[in-house]
């Protein structure tokens, strides 16, 4: 495959989002629409303890029984000026101009906030690297080794343990929610699309879409193929026949989503011959999108439109 040119600084920068560490703001997130509350008293068990932030929107609980979003990296949704580059989703202000335009049936987004230096092995889907080469395996061992670094201890499957059967249980005592699958959708980019994909792959009776953005097809280094492969051999052979999970993916063509198109092509393939049409599969491009959250936010309708639109 072809690499797309990119300059060193703007992989650098698609590598952090996608990767390296997102540090957690100390300060409270504020929004403009709606309003937010923290959690509390949240058992997190086999997982690091992070901030949980849930957004209700303007009315709350009138509309009830209000779907339910799930969405990863938690602190960079609401509120750019406790981010670590400044940008964020605009999720208040998008879901709430759906929501009163009734284009979406009323929700409340869960905010998890990711574990910092172990965003990257929460984030990356843990049954796929069982599925790796033995010799891909131990190429990357003796190249982490030779640069010094430790090899990963994947914990996805934990934190989806966590979101399943801690944290929805508690979400939907405290919050006037709509508890069936097909109300509850998990949401994320980059690293936070493939956890999204995973969680509902692995968790198909709890969450009944998941809208993947930018997804980091590649699990890492995007010049390095093996994680990659091992995650479409997983998607493969996890997939649910069409009519369990609604899936949606994007991309945009600049920066780090430059690699992507290849990849995204590959698991549309699998999606395609699994049987998955436009009832409940969509994947869109974005020509000239950029990897980060000002690009994510400007087209964040399109998914919040699938997952919930009338």
């Not at 938690?74 to 670590?84: C, E, I, K, N, R």
């Not at 580059?85 to 202000?93: C, G, Y």
């Not at 059967?165 to 509850?184: E, G, N, V, W």
Request: a neutral charge; proline letters at 7%; aromatic letters at 10%.
């Amino acid at each position: 495959m072809r690499m797309p040119r990119t300059s060193n600084q703007q992989l650098r920068t698609g590598l952090l989002i996608a990767c390296a560490l997102l540090a957690m703001p100390a300060a409270a997130t504020s929004v403009s629409r709606g309003s937010i509350e923290r959690l509390a008293n949240i058992a997190f068990n086999d997982i690091p303890e992070r901030p949980i932030d849930v957004w209700l929107p303007e009315g709350y609980p009138k509309a009830a029984p209000y779907a339910v979003l799930y969405m990863h990296d938690g602190q960079m949704l609401f509120d750019a000026s406790v981010t670590w580059n400044k940008q964020e989703w605009r999720v208040d202000e998008v879901a709430g101009a759906l929501i009163d335009s009734g284009e979406v049936r009323p929700f409340i987004v869960v905010a998890v906030h990711n574990a910092g230096e172990r965003r990257g092995e929460e984030y990356f889907p843990q049954k796929a690297d069982s599925l790796m080469a033995k010799a891909d395996r131990q190429r990357l061992t003796q190249m982490a080794r030779a640069a010094g670094a430790p090899m990963p201890k994947f914990a996805a499957d934990a934190y989806v343990r966590f979101l399943a059967d801690t944290l929805k249980p508690a979400i939907d005592r405290r919050y006037a929610t709509d508890r069936s699958r097909a109300a509850t959708a998990l949401m994320g980019s980059s690293m936070g699309g493939l956890i999204s994909m995973y969680g509902a792959l692995e968790r198909p009776d709890v969450f009944g879409a998941a809208a993947c953005v930018s997804t980091h097809w590649p699990g890492g280094d995007p010049n390095e193929r093996a994680p990659g492969e091992a995650i479409l051999r997983y998607l493969q052979k996890q997939l649910p026949s069409p009519g369990n999970v609604r899936w949606y993916f994007d991309f945009g063509t600049a920066t780090l989503d430059a690699f992507y198109p290849p990849w995204q092509a590959r698991a549309d393939a699998i999606l395609q011959r699994a049987g998955y049409s436009n009832a409940n599969w969509v994947t869109q491009r974005f020509e000239g999108a950029e990897h980060n959250e000002v690009a994510w936010g400007k087209r964040l309708d399109v998914p919040l439109r699938f997952l919930f639109g009338h």
